[in-house]
Antibody
Framework: QVQLVESGGGVVQPGRSLRLSCAAS????????MHWVRQAPGKGLEWVAV????????YYADSVKGRFTISRDNSKNTLYLQMNSLRAEDTAVYYC??????????????WGQGTLVTVSS | AIQLTQSPSSLSASVGDRVTITCRAS??????LAWYQQKPGKAPKLLIY???SLESGVPSRFSGSGSGTDFTLTISSLQPEDFATYYC?????????FGQGTKLEIK
């Protein structure tokens, strides 16, 4: 079965960096694009970034562009999110999710359990 | 960026009720809309994609409809496990957005 397991969350000071990982199993990782989606405490869902199956294309939400970098290592079936210049408003649970390409649009069909990032001094 | 507005923001209903949640897009998105269910402390779960296609394994009491700017998620007969928060989501021009969520509570 499809499994996505995030790790790397924790408490970090404003302005510092953190790297999240998402270990994938149960499917052919190299065939799928992958996303990061976040959810601030008590708030709704916010898409963060997407990377193509081969890493050839990456897109970011305006709120993280220039500070966050999505990447993947297909030899390790692992997705990453490098987060630099962290701000208090980046505090959230970060989920990795698999990209579904359907007839009309693009969605998130499997999600990890999430990892909490807290930005605080 | 396209905005999605869900209504209502919260809803109280009873087991067995028929419930409808609406999602309105700020511009036309054809049928490129999905619905997700999220329970407290859990990851979202895909229910409906392409506005009306039921995800594998999702009970048939869930259905979706609409196209263009107006979409609905209907639960035909609420079950205890359906009390959760529901989000719509769209994709446009390489960007993804979610509605603000609808919290479905037990009356």
């Amino acid at each position: 079965q499809v499994q996505l397991v995030e790790s790397g969350g924790g408490v970090v000071q404003p302005g510092r960096s953190l790297r999240l990982s998402c270990a994938a199993s149960g499917f052919t990782f190299t065939n799928y694009g992958m996303h990061w989606v976040r959810q601030a405490p008590g708030k709704g869902l916010e898409w963060v970034a997407v990377i193509w199956y081969d890493g050839s294309n990456k897109y970011y939400a305006d709120s993280v562009k220039g500070r966050f970098t999505i990447s993947r290592d297909n030899s390790k079936n692992t997705l990453y999110l490098q987060m630099n210049s962290l701000r208090a408003e980046d505090t959230a649970v970060y989920y990795c999710a698999r990209r579904r390409i359907a007839v009309a649009g693009y969605y998130f069909d499997y999600w990890g359990q999430g990892t909490l990032v807290t930005v605080s001094s | 960026a396209i905005q999605l507005t869900q209504s209502p923001s919260s809803l109280s209903a009873s087991v067995g009720d028929r419930v409808t949640i609406t999602c309105r897009a700020s511009q036309g998105i054809s049928s490129a809309l999905a619905w997700y269910q999220q329970k407290p402390g859990k990851a979202p779960k895909l229910l409906i994609y392409d506005a009306s296609s039921l995800e594998s394994g999702v009970p048939s009491r869930f259905s979706g409809s609409g196209s263009g700017t107006d979409f609905t998620l209907t639960i035909s007969s609420l079950q205890p496990e359906d009390f959760a928060t529901y989000y719509c989501q769209q994709f446009n021009n390489y960007l993804y957005t979610f509605g603000q969520g609808t919290k479905l509570e037990i009356k």
